[in-house]
C-alpha cells in the first residue's frame, strides 16, 4: 500500500527495465508524470535523489524476491 508522499514505477526508471508492476488507486490522488529522458535529467542533476531510488529498487526487489523466490527476474 502507498500513501502520500510515496512513489512508484522507480523500478524500471531507475533500473532501465520494464515495468514489474501495476498501481490502481483506490481514491482520488495527483500524480505528476514525467517523461524518462525528463527523469534521467533528474537523477543526473541531483545524486541524493538517484542513490535514494535506486536504494529503493533495491528493496523493492528484494522483497519480491523473498515472496516468489530467487527465480524472479527484475
Same mark, same amino acid.
Given at each position: 500500500? #502507498? %500513501?502520500p508522499g510515496d512513489v512508484f514505477g522507480e523500478i524500471s526508471l531507475v533500473k &532501465? &527495465?520494464?515495468?514489474?508492476?501495476d498501481v490502481i488507486a483506490t481514491d482520488t490522488l495527483g500524480a505528476i508524470v514525467l517523461p524518462a529522458a525528463d527523469f534521467q535529467k533528474v537523477l543526473a542533476d541531483f545524486?541524493? !535523489?538517484?542513490?535514494? #531510488?535506486?536504494? #529503493?529498487?533495491d528493496k523493492r526487489i528484494a522483497a519480491s524476491r523473498d #515472496? !516468489? %523466490?530467487d527465480d524472479v527476474v527484475i
Open positions: 500500500t #502507498l %500513501g &532501465r &527495465r520494464p515495468a514489474t508492476a545524486p541524493e !535523489v538517484h542513490k535514494f #531510488l535506486d536504494n #529503493l529498487s #515472496l !516468489v %523466490g
